[in-house]
């Protein structure tokens, strides 16, 4: 099975951009299609984005639509969310998930592996 790891998250100003790195371990990524998800205090888990294990297909949601983006390195067994014009109500625990079918969807129980979270801060 697969581990995975989130780094890239902090505090930042409404209109700023950060980027997320998902790193795997234990196998590699390129057989897994990849998900973004959000968790904000008292909320459902949230999705963000989607794509499939060859970066042919993305998905996303329309809360993030021109200002998210997500791709991969799958030789370095990495995946990006690169977040632009950053706004409060983004913050949240973001999380990237793995799952074996290539098949992009925004269900998280669709999902088999996780990340920890990493917190995005983004102030008024």
């Known amino acids: 099975q697969v581990q995975l790891v989130e780094s890239g998250g902090g505090l930042v100003q409404a209109g700023g951009s950060l980027r997320l790195s998902c790193a795997a371990s234990?196998?590699?990524?390129?057989?897994?299609?990849m998900g973004w998800f959000r968790q904000a205090p008292g909320k459902e888990r949230e999705f963000v984005l989607a794509?499939?294990?060859?970066?042919?297909?993305?998905y996303y949601a329309d809360s993030v639509k021109g200002r998210f983006t997500i791709s991969r390195d799958n030789a370095k067994n990495t995946v990006y969310l690169q977040m632009n014009s950053l706004k409060p109500e983004d913050t949240a625990v973001y999380y990237c998930?793995?799952?074996?079918?290539?098949?992009?969807?925004?269900?998280?129980?669709?999902?088999?592996?996780w990340g920890q979270g990493t917190q995005v801060s983004v102030s008024s």
């Open positions: 794509i499939t294990r060859s970066g042919d297909r993305i």
């Open positions: 998930a793995a799952r074996t079918t290539d098949w992009i969807t925004p269900r998280p129980d669709e999902y088999t592996y």
């Open positions: 234990g196998r590699t990524l390129s057989v897994y299609a």
